[in-house]
């Protein structure tokens, strides 16, 4: 087994642990679970600690997509391909709901095409237009600069994006910046995009690729740092975030809350952390799109489980924030389950319905192309 084999086969229990915890944070980012009991805590819970889920969904891609798409670059396109049919599925999905909330009234073409191509046309969507664009900036910088000129590049775009979210409130009102913020906002409503916010951290996934010898042409990893030197930073960035966060809030500055100055190295030693830890892997008997298909179909469960409640009139369902939490999240980890054993049962009932007659006529076919490229050589 050659070395790259073995690097594409290789198993982190702990990353995978964690994309399951991370498709909870953002659930919990949307039904905060705690406003029952203390808003203070609901606010550090979701508005500071569970602000690392996206970021780390960002570093997995970096991580494990980004090395690749630099040897293949058919693996990049089909990679963008993959997420635009997602968002296209999801955006279509959704599209009744909105008509129902009125989402689109008023909003004109222009509206339109800036939830589609940067908001999301649903409130969790902009994670795929911001993936997209984000992974498209940092392939191309990859393949164009030194890979530690792209990670400064994204740390910059980072920091322009600090006052458009967390530090909004340091700009002067009728200053110079404010009013070029204010008029980025009508292109896009957020600085949390493919442009400011998911670079650095895709950038910061595959820096740690090549610490993890996966990212060189080589496979040669670098010294990696001891696991209690990570841990004692990880507490140390933990802490640094949390009194950040809590001190913007106190200050009231904030116009979103997805961007912070320590997220970003807390981030990297998270990631660093997850990469070598080890155990039981928690993905291996579960589907492996289970995480994504919890994060695009969360609301949808929301939904359901607010109708339900109606219906029924179980109101604790929603008017108890744990209550509802834990209803939305088992009904949407269940559902999104549910939803992926049948699709791949019913993959595999194709496939194999198919499987007498497939191979042939793909082998026909591509004799056919050879024949029409050879005749084209000629």
């Known amino acids: 087994m050659t070395k790259k084999a073995t690097t594409e086969k290789r198993i982190y229990p702990g990353v995978n642990c964690f994309k399951l915890a991370a498709a909870l944070f953002v659930i919990m980012i949307h039904t905060s679970p705690l406003t029952s009991f203390s808003a203070e805590a609901d606010f550090v819970l979701t508005r500071i600690l569970a602000r690392t889920a996206v970021p780390f969904f960002f570093m997995v891609t970096g991580f494990f997509v980004l090395p690749k798409a630099l040897g293949d670059t ?27 909330a009125e989402h689109f009234r008023g909003v004109g073409a222009g509206g339109f095409l800036k ?97 993890y010898g996966d990212g060189t042409a080589s496979g040669k990893a670098a010294r990696r740092l001891p696991f209690s030197v990570i841990l004692a930073a990880l507490g140390i960035c933990t802490a640094l975030l949390l009194a950040e966060g809590i001190t913007l809030k106190i200050l009231e500055v904030q116009r979103h809350d997805s961007m912070y100055l320590a997220l970003v190295p807390l981030m990297y030693f998270l990631f660093l952390s997850l990469l070598d830890a080890r155990g039981p892997d928690p993905m291996k008997r579960l589907p492996r799109e289970l ?88």
């Open 74 to 100: 058919g693996r990049g396109l089909r990679y963008l391909r993959r997420i635009g049919l997602i968002y296209l599925a999801s955006v279509l999905l959704y599209f009744p709901v909105n008509l129902y």
């Open 115 to 211: 939830m589609l191509l940067i908001d999301g046309t649903f409130y969790h969507l902009w994670y795929l237009p911001a993936l997209l664009l984000g992974f498209a900036l940092v392939w191309v910088g990859l393949k164009a600069l030194p890979w530690k000129a792209v990670l400064g590049i994204s740390v910059f775009l980072y920091l322009l994006g600090l006052p458009g979210d967390s530090y909004y409130g340091f700009l002067k009102d009728g200053s110079v910046l404010r009013q070029l913020y204010d008029g980025f906002f009508h292109i896009s409503s957020h600085t949390r995009n493919g442009l400011f916010y998911a670079p650095v951290f895709l950038a910061l996934g595959y820096a740690v690729s090549r610490q």
């Open 291 to 378: 995480p994504l298909l919890v994060y695009v179909l969360h609301p949808l469960f929301l939904i359901l489980v607010r109708g339900f409640s109606g219906l029924t009139n179980l109101s604790m369902l929603t008017e108890n924030s744990l209550v509802h939490f834990l209803a939305v999240a088992l009904s949407s980890f269940a559902g999104s389950w549910l939803l992926a054993v049948l699709w791949e049962l019913a993959r595999t009932r194709v496939s194999s319905q198919l499987g007498p007659w497939l191979p042939g006529f793909l082998k026909s076919i591509t004799d056919r192309r050879g024949y029409h490229d050879h005749k084209h050589k000629l």
